[in-house]
Nanobody
């Protein structure tokens, strides 16, 4: 069984920065792609950034230039660094992984989320 655990959220002042981490643990698996999503108060969950196994990245327009997604394949870990944070970045941030099991099974896995609050 594969699990995702996020960390790095918290309360940050506007203009500040943070770095979220998400670690996948288990056995006999690899991660094809990682994505970070967020869901703000009263909002739908939205894609923030994604990274393929090969390192190709994509970003939501709202975070372009302020966010950097990266990964360590050896450690099955993905990071999301954000700077120039705004109050509208306040949300629960979720890690999503496309898990590939050695038996050929491919599925999406969500983490439990980590809260980010940006004060003005």
């Amino acid at each position: 069984q594969v699990q995702l655990v996020e960390s790095g959220g918290g309360l940050v002042q506007a203009g500040g920065s943070l770095r979220l981490s998400c670690v996948a643990s288990g056995s006999d698996f690899s991660i094809n792609a990682f994505d970070w999503y967020r869901q703000g108060p009263g909002k739908l969950r939205e894609l923030v950034a994604g990274i393929s196994r090969g390192g190709s990245t994509t970003y939501a327009d709202s975070v372009k230039g302020r966010a950097t997604i990266s990964r360590d394949n050896a450690k099955n870990t993905v990071f999301l660094a954000m700077n120039s944070l705004k109050p509208e970045d306040t949300a629960v941030y979720y890690c999503n992984a496309r898990v590939y099991l050695n038996n050929g099974t491919l599925y999406n896995l969500w983490g439990q989320g980590t809260q980010v609050a940006v004060s003005s």
